[in-house]
């Protein structure tokens, strides 16, 4: 398998993370996006969206990192699934992941933040406002579903699909200084998360960089 990956693209990290945990092997060819390589036609060609991540699976070329996930989840069912096995509890964790790939992501990515600075003219203060916002409106929801839904991770005891989608956006709000002492229950489930090796091996320290 082939992850067309950056190191801080937490769309590719979510994937990362869902192929440790499925203990898959799997080549990481870098797509540098701070030097425009996600437009480049060559990459165009495996995702018209020009977003990492896309993923190489024989002859099979995927993209939309929750949509990977899903499909890691199906086509190799050896080991832990990331969903639980009733219908209603599979909806509520796809909630809590869905809230975060949908509601807070798309709104704070490389391309959305690159669009306010350079066609709406925003500092680097009203970005950095945009991007806490965004993130303070979708955890604030997040920590009240983690009220209902949490035991050790998002979702009772068992890692999820709303972990992995978790961990990159934490990951992501702590280097845009968002004020994470509000979130007792996302931070507990943060913790335990990173001390396994499946989301330490994901961590964007432990990439290649370029
Ligand atoms: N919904 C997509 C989002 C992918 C995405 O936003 N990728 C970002 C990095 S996290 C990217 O490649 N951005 C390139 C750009 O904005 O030019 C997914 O989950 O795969």
């Known amino acids: 398998m082939i992850l067309y990956d950056y190191y801080r ?6 994937v990362r993370i869902a192929l440790n945990l499925k203990e898959l092997d799997y080549q990481q060819q870098t797509v540098s996006l701070v030097a425009g390589e996600q437009r480049s036609a060559e990459h165009l060609a495996r995702n018209p969206q020009g977003f990492v991540p896309a993923l190489q699976d024989g002859e099979l070329l ?7 996930c899903e499909y890691l989840d199906e086509r190799y069912p050896e080991t832990r699934s990331f969903l639980p096995s009733s219908i209603a509890d599979r909806a509520k964790v796809r909630a809590m992941a869905l809230l975060v790939a949908c509601d807070i992501h798309p709104l704070n990515n490389l391309r959305m933040l690159k669009y306010l600075v350079s066609e709406l003219g925003a500092s680097h203060e009203q970005k950095t406002d945009w991007y806490q916002h965004w993130v303070y409106q979708g955890f604030d929801a997040l920590e009240q579903m983690l009220d209902a839904n949490a035991g050790d991770f ?13 961990v990159p956006q ?10 994470m002492s509000r979130y007792p229950n996302i931070n507990r489930v943060n913790e335990n998360c990173i001390q396994l090796k499946p989301f330490m091996m994901a961590h964007p320290d432990q990439q290649v960089t370029e």
Do not use: K, P, W
């Open 9 to 14: 693209s937490s769309a590719a990290y979510r």
């Open 62 to 68: 995927l993209t939309q990192s929750m949509a990977i």
């Open 154 to 166: 998002c979702f009772g005891d068992q890692v999820s699909l709303a972990d992995i989608s978790l």
């Open 170 to 179: 934490v990951y992501n709000a702590h280097r845009f200084e968002c004020d």
